[in-house]
């Protein structure tokens, strides 16, 4: 029998167990409808279509190349290259869609955007004193690699309002003076998991400029970010990156699909070698070749020939699931406003966000929730959401919760805000287990 | 610019830097051939047909689980389970080929065999005080993630003739005492990578001796089991183990085909709960939610499909790739016995093993052999193989070779050793760049 004291702690770690406890809870109440996953909607995608790509990708890339078909479609079987296949075509469309000119060469292609983050921190932050800084409220996925890999982890608030230069600063400035060496800063600039939210160009422009300054380089996930709902968009932190400070991370879990476990990672800057300069890029294949040797070069070829098909562009390819998800954001906020009236005391400190792009949107409360919150929600009342607590290292999101609004259908999102109304409603006029007596009654109000 | 003191220390070791030299000579002597990566030979497998394997899993699926074939073949495009989909028909190939018993909810799917390593260092080593044990010449894989996560590593020469029991144990009790704990032994049993040898019935029984006296787990890599050249096949690790002290890591890599990238983990050590005890591989599992998220459904679909097709055994499937392997081994031992003529001054001291399975053959040469002498044998004779010294640890294999036999047809195997026999003996007769005068005269004389 083995203890929980003979495997690694970060297992244990809250981070860790709060990944678990979603999966858990959708599995414990399967009936129950879930804003929990920030999955794209299924409906989505053709899975068995997008297998043709794979010949598609093979015939173009073969009169591209001058290479034989049969070749490039054997290959495929094959331990294939460790930075990618596809990193010509993914360069292309950074190009295309976002007016960022990168090397090739400085392209990893990785085993969804997950394993661009391990990267990231196994290379970058593998000495003792090394720092990695993640903006928070912020994706799980980061900080928990980050203490599953032991690495010394610190949070910083970088929301538009509430964040001011001075503080990261003199917090960088802190850890150094105490012989930490702050290496890497994650950050989600676009419609970020949590909060939906958009950072604002000037907090991008002070970001850089902190990077520039304390010898520090951001990793830019750039996972939601051709999900803008207005037609308009900021620029990337890598377009705006001037001193090469900026490693740009992404995925096309989302603008194709996830089970393709294809992400990307831009790494170009420069490391010093005996031969010249060569990209950052090569040391993090390295690492990547022991974490899963390639990137299944199969799937590469599905996203390959999708690019091919669509001119090596998204923006346009993708419209229509951005069209889904407004009109999905759309039915969320109506379904609160009606849900939610104002003016009853019950709504009282009840407020929500009005995200304009990507899968999340936050709901105020006002009582305080965690997982005991969650678990009788989804039981009592058929309805799973997550704690916007656990998105923060520190204090912080104690009466927040996240809805993801991606994987319902409109009808669903209504009555899943109906159900989520009446477990507030209950929380707040005191019908929750906690509080015997009252209880029955409330039930029949409800 | 980025220094290398600015990135992991790991990254510059040897262990690390060996992966990439193979790489990069292959890349630079493009016309060689290479007798260097143990690939499977390319003629074996049909990528495009393959594909058809998801249609063909999914409809079985449906049936055998009365399920929607629509919704089954959507679920492949999204976020998957992280232990994975086709772990019970796993648990039914393990069963049939190898007549192990193992509950379904025990085996994780990896995104390939690498990953398996990675998942078992980081959740068992994760402790200053842990060491991970290699037995050595061993991968290289499972030294490069051990070096990079961190971890202690210390090679264990475990071959059946000159390991001793006793010598295994003082050197466990050596590290007990210096207050380091060693927690995981990694071994190849069957036809290793790099010497394509099989360790002894008896040898596997002491081990397994070991580990239980020490509170050891031992990582059994079972790569290369199923190409066994002469029928016979001694049991597994796994099969033998009654205390629940090996953790079996497989791959289809080579008995399906690379680019997949699927393996798996059976990890059915009890950890202790309060709700009662619950496998090991449940903490693998979340630890694998942080390295890679899940392994693509698509991939595993096509692994499922052919599992399915094949009545979830692979011993006869794999038939035709073992009987290929078998005569290419042939074919180099009937090469080496032409190319390197004994009573020859020049082949004292060459020798060379004759492997039972696997795709990997040993050459012992009459000089020390390092990456400088494979630049030259490719430059110079246009041939490819690793040099054994980059398998140990520590001191070894400094005048031996690895040569897989896997990637090349006979035809090329007989050419290659025609060209490695050259190189042999122009070492040996002198006539190497480092020796100018004899040079040009040997020339024309091989």
Redo the contacts between chains.
């Keep these: ?4 004291s ?6 244990t770690d809250p981070v ?1 167990a709060s ?2 406890l979603l ?1 858990e809870v959708t599995l414990r109440y399967p009936r129950a409808l879930s804003f929990g ?1 920030g ?2 909607f ?1 409906g989505l ?1 053709d ?2 279509a ?2 043709a790509l ?2 598609s990708y093979v015939d173009r890339e073969a009169a591209a190349t001058n290479r034989r078909a049969a070749d490039l ?2 290959q ?5 290259r ?1 930075k990618g296949l596809i990193h010509e075509l993914v360069a292309e469309m950074l190009r295309n869609d976002e007016g960022i000119e990168v090397d090739p060469d400085s392209i990893v292609i990785t ?2 955007a ?2 661009a983050m ?1 990267l990231c921190v ?6 003792v004193e090394d720092v990695a800084l993640a903006g928070e409220p912020g994706y799980v ?1 980061f900080a ?2 980050a203490k ?3 690495t010394h982890l610190e949070g910083l608030v970088l929301d538009g309002r509430s964040m001011t230069p001075r503080l990261i600063r003199s917090r960088l400035t802190s850890l150094s003076d105490r012989g930490r060496r702050p ?1 890497l800063l994650y950050c989600n600039p676009d419609f970020s998991n949590p909060t939906g939210r958009r950072m604002s160009l000037s907090t991008r422009q002070e970001l850089l400029r902190i990077a520039e300054d304390h010898d520090l380089l951001i990793v830019e996930d750039s996972t939601y970010r051709y999900f803008s709902f207005d037609q308009t968009e900021l620029p990337s932190l890598k377009s705006l990156d001037e001193n090469r400070r900026v490693i740009y991370s992404g995925t096309f ?1 989302k603008t194709l ?5 294809i992400g990307y990672l831009v790494a170009d ?4 070698s005996a031969d010249g ?1 060569y990209p ?1 890029a090569d ?1 993090l294949s ?2 990547k ?11 590469q070829a ?1 996203v390959g020939g999708y690019l091919l098909e669509h001119g090596c562009s998204l923006r346009a390819a993708v419209q229509p699931k951005v069209e889904f998800y407004r009109r999905n954001r759309d039915v969320l906020l109506a379904s609160f406003d009606h849900c939610f009236p104002r003016g009853e005391t019950w709504t009282d400190g009840v407020d929500w966000s009005t995200p304009d792009g990507g899968f999340f949107a936050t709901l105020r409360v006002p009582f305080e929730v965690d997982h005991d919150a969650l678990n009788e929600s989804a039981a009592e009342h058929g309805v799973i959401w997550i704690p916007m607590r656990d998105f923060y290292l520190g204090p912080g999101g104690e009466s927040e919760i996240r809805l993801a609004f991606s994987s319902l259908d409109p009808e669903q999102i209504r009555e899943g805000v109906r159900r989520l109304a009446l477990f507030v409603r209950s929380r707040v006029l005191g019908d929750h287990p906690g509080m015997a007596g009252t209880r029955s009654g409330a039930v029949s109000r409800t």
Tied chains: 1, 2.
């Excluded at 003979?6 to 297992?11: C, G, L, M, T, V």
């Excluded at 196994?122 to 000495?127: A, D, E, F, M």
């Design positions: 029998m083995l203890a929980t003979d495997i690694n702690p970060a297992i860790l990944m678990n999966n996953a999955r794209p299924d995608h899975v068995e997008s297998l794979v010949r479609m054997n495929l079987g094959q331990y294939g460790t085993s969804g997950q394993e391990a196994t290379v970058l932050c593998g000495r996925g928990g690699i599953l890999l032991g290496r879990s699909f996830p089970g393709l476990r800057q420069a490391m010093q300069p950052l040391e390295k690492a070749s022991m974490f899963t040797n390639n990137t299944s070069p199969i799937c599905i």
